[in-house]
């Protein structure tokens, strides 16, 4: 069973995406802040689902930390927000991200069928020059 | 003893002595009338002489005084005229800018890149008069930097040439309109990112609800989830229109612009709303092409708010028993798509103006109105941006047809 981490502060959609990814077959630990989301980072997660307005270190700074352990770096990490401005998607694929999903637009059946697209091929990068968001 | 022709002589020389007396006379006379002439010639030219002092006058404190800044230059673009208000725009004080050329006193910017004195201040053309450059905003730096939003005009008058003016700029400061503009963009934005957290929970939770309950419910229960599964989309996109308007303003709204399905995505915007036109009584036919349609290159995703703004319009507009018809045609080198309705209509009179932000055909507590008088400019705003148009035809209780027409895609473009 493929094990995904969802770093998450607002308990609804954490909750909410933990069902729809349970549902879906996938075993889910989360993480509510960026201290706690490093830690859990090294059990080990087939994939790494990443909010960044968090308490704390913000995502796009644990993006950075996880890029710079050297047990975590190689786990594919998608940011999951509902921010949209074009210079913080750049920042988030030059830090490492592979992937960028707004929160609002993204139904619970196309969140399935992405993250099965990086759980197969875990060196897939999304291209963010062609994301529009804002 | 003096002979008879001496005394002749002497008459007629005493004459000619009188005439010439009588021409001096003559003389005197007409140099005292110019004499006065002149001195009345002196006296207005000093009256004038005064009188362009007080004009002169007049005109300078009118120039310190205007809030807007004037600057004049001469034929070499060096500075001549340079008032209180341009020392407060641009931090210099106008002693140390008179008689230096203009490009070294202030750089003028728009949309970032630098605009060069010749376009902003043109080269004098003989006989023109009247305003040669004008543009709403622009940026400009002055001392140290010192930036600010400006309404720029240059003019130039008929004997610019002969009196080596060059051009005369008045620089309208709207520095502090824009702070404000900047501000309610900022705020719009924010809002919306708020607004968007918990519209992902409502979203999210009424999915996993109608996946994992709807087979357990009698029909009442199934309506009351499924309106609250159209409310939420319809405050979602209330939410993204908010957005898209900041960004359309902030010039950052943008399509990116992919080979499309056109016919999938018109099953699919419909399909979005049929709830809504199961819900409301109305019935939808679709007319497609029955070949395949050549290629049109759109933003899905901004195509779609195009599509979803005309059908829940149609929608909107159309009460229990109404028709409407969404219909896809080829017509040229152009796939036309048309939302038509057989609802209230429009007014003639509104109908130019129904793609202005914000206008809206009815007052707000009347009846029919509704909306925010966004989505018919912000379907404007996408269509032309996918090099198309968008255009209405309306009846008054009869009904409207609204349509767009996207280009179709070539290769050459590539």
């Known amino acids: ?134 | 003893m003096v002979s008879s022709d001496s005394y002749e002589e002497l008459a007629k020389k005493l004459k000619l002595i009188d005439q010439q007396n009588k021409q001096l006379d003559d003389a005197t006379k007409i140099l005292i009338e110019r004499d006065f002439e002149l001195r009345k010639a002196y006296d207005e030219l000093e009256k004038e002489k005064e009188q362009v002092a007080a004009e002169r006058n007049k005109f300078l404190v009118a120039l310190q005084s205007i809030s807007d800044a004037v600057i004049a230059v001469d034929l070499d673009w060096n500075i001549i005229i340079f008032n209180k208000a341009a020392e407060n725009l641009t931090g210099y004080a106008v002693e140390d800018v008179l008689g230096k050329p203009i490009f070294s006193v202030i750089k003028v910017f728009e949309n970032g890149a630098q605009v060069p004195y010749t376009t902003y201040s043109p080269k004098i053309i003989s006989g023109f008069e009247g305003v040669v450059f004008s543009k709403p905003i622009l940026r400009i730096c002055g001392l140290n930097n010192k930036e600010s939003f400006v309404q720029l005009i240059a003019a130039q008058i008929t004997e610019g040439s002969s009196v080596k003016l060059g051009s005369i700029l008045t620089l309208h400061d709207i520095t502090e309109e824009q702070e404000l503009e900047r501000m309610k963009l900022d705020f719009v934005s924010m809002a919306a990112h708020e607004l968007r957290t918990p519209l992902t929970s409502i979203k999210g939770y009424i999915y996993i609800f109608i996946r994992d309950y709807l087979k357990f419910m009698d029909e009442k229960q199934a309506t009351i989830l499924q309106r609250m599964d159209i409310s939420a989309q319809k405050l979602a996109s209330l939410v993204e229109n908010l957005l898209n308007i900041a960004r359309i303003e902030r010039g950052t709204f943008t399509v990116n612009l992919q080979p499309a399905d056109w016919t999938a995505l018109i099953k699919g915007a419909v399909s979005e709303v049929m709830a809504q036109v199961k819900d409301k009584g109305l019935e939808l036919t679709l007319d497609l092409p029955p070949v395949g349609l050549p290629e049109v290159r759109v933003d899905r995703l901004r195509i779609n708010e195009v599509l979803s703004n005309l059908l829940t319009n149609a929608i909107n507009y159309s009460v229990s028993g109404g028709k409407i018809k969404v219909a896809v045609k080829l017509q040229g080198d152009e796939v036309i798509t048309q939302v038509s309705d057989t609802g209230q209509g429009i007014p003639q009179e509104a109908l130019p103006h129904l793609f202005t932000k914000f206008f809206r055909v009815s007052g707000p507590l009347e009846q029919g109105s509704k909306g925010t008088g966004l989505g018919l400019y912000i379907a404007k705003s996408i269509t032309l941006m996918h090099h198309g148009r968008i255009w209405v035809d309306s009846q008054l209780n009869k009904g409207s047809t609204f349509s767009f027409a996207l280009p179709v895609y070539r290769e050459e473009e590539k």
């Not at chain 1, 069973?1 to 998450?8: A, F, H, S, V």
């Not at chain 1, 196309?110 to 291209?127: A, G, H, S």
């Open chain 1, 1 to 134: 069973m493929k094990k995904i981490l969802l770093i998450e502060d607002e308990y609804f959609i954490s909750d909410l995406y933990k069902k729809i990814l349970q549902d879906a077959g996938f075993e889910v630990i989360t993480a509510m802040d960026g201290e706690q989301g490093l830690q859990k980072a090294k059990l080990g997660p087939d994939l790494i689902l990443l909010d960044i307005m968090l308490p704390g270190l913000n995502g796009l700074q644990l993006l950075q930390k996880l890029k710079a352990e050297n047990s975590v770096k190689n786990i594919p990490v998608v940011l999951i927000t509902n921010l949209a401005q074009a210079n913080i998607i750049k920042e988030a694929f030059n830090l490492g991200a592979c992937g960028y999903f707004l929160k609002v637009r993204l139904k619970p059946e196309d969140l399935i069928e992405q993250v099965n697209i990086f759980l197969t091929n875990p060196n897939f990068k999304m291209d963010y020059e062609k994301l529009v968001f804002d």
